[in-house]
Nanobody
Framework: QVQLVESGGGLVQAGGSLRLSCAGS????????MGWYRQAPGKQRELVAS???????NYADSVKGRFTISRDNAKNTVYLQMNSLKPEDTAVYYC??????????????WGQGTQVTVSS
C-alpha cells in the first residue's frame, strides 16, 4: 500500500509563513507529478502548485510569487513553502501524487489533509 503523510499546517497571522511537507511511503517505485491542492469551506478543491520528477513547476495565479513547491525524489517528499500568507489562503491543504507502484500499476494518491488558517 501507499501512504502520503502531510505535516506543517497550523495557525499563522497574515504576512507570516508556513512550510508544508508530504512524505510518501509504501510500495512506491517512482513518482511522476506531486502537487498540493486546497479546499476552503464551501468551495471546490483547487490546484495550488505541482512539480514533476524533473523539477518543472506549475502554480495557481493566486499564489505565484508567494508559494514555492519543491521535492526530494530520494525521499518521495514534496514541500510547499508559503510566504506572505493571506486570510484567503485559509483552507485544508492536500498532497497529491501520481505514481508507479512496485507492481507496475499507475495510481493517484491523496494525503489526509492539513489545516492552514491565516488570521487577519
Amino acid at each position: 500500500q501507499v501512504q502520503l503523510v502531510e505535516s506543517g499546517g497550523g495557525l499563522v497571522q497574515a504576512g507570516g509563513s508556513l512550510r508544508l511537507s508530504c512524505a510518501g511511503s509504501g510500495t512506491i517505485f517512482s513518482i511522476n507529478i506531486m502537487g498540493w491542492y486546497r479546499q476552503a469551506p464551501g468551495k471546490q478543491r483547487e490546484l495550488v502548485a505541482s512539480i514533476t520528477s524533473g523539477g518543472s513547476t506549475n502554480y495557481a495565479d493566486s499564489v505565484k510569487g508567494r508559494f514555492t513547491i519543491s521535492r526530494d525524489n530520494a525521499k518521495n517528499t514534496v514541500y510547499l513553502q508559503m510566504n506572505s500568507l493571506k486570510p484567503e489562503d485559509t483552507a485544508v491543504y492536500y498532497c497529491n501524487a501520481d505514481l508507479r507502484t512496485w507492481y507496475g500499476t499507475y495510481e493517484t494518491y491523496w494525503g489526509q489533509g492539513t489545516q492552514v488558517t491565516v488570521s487577519s
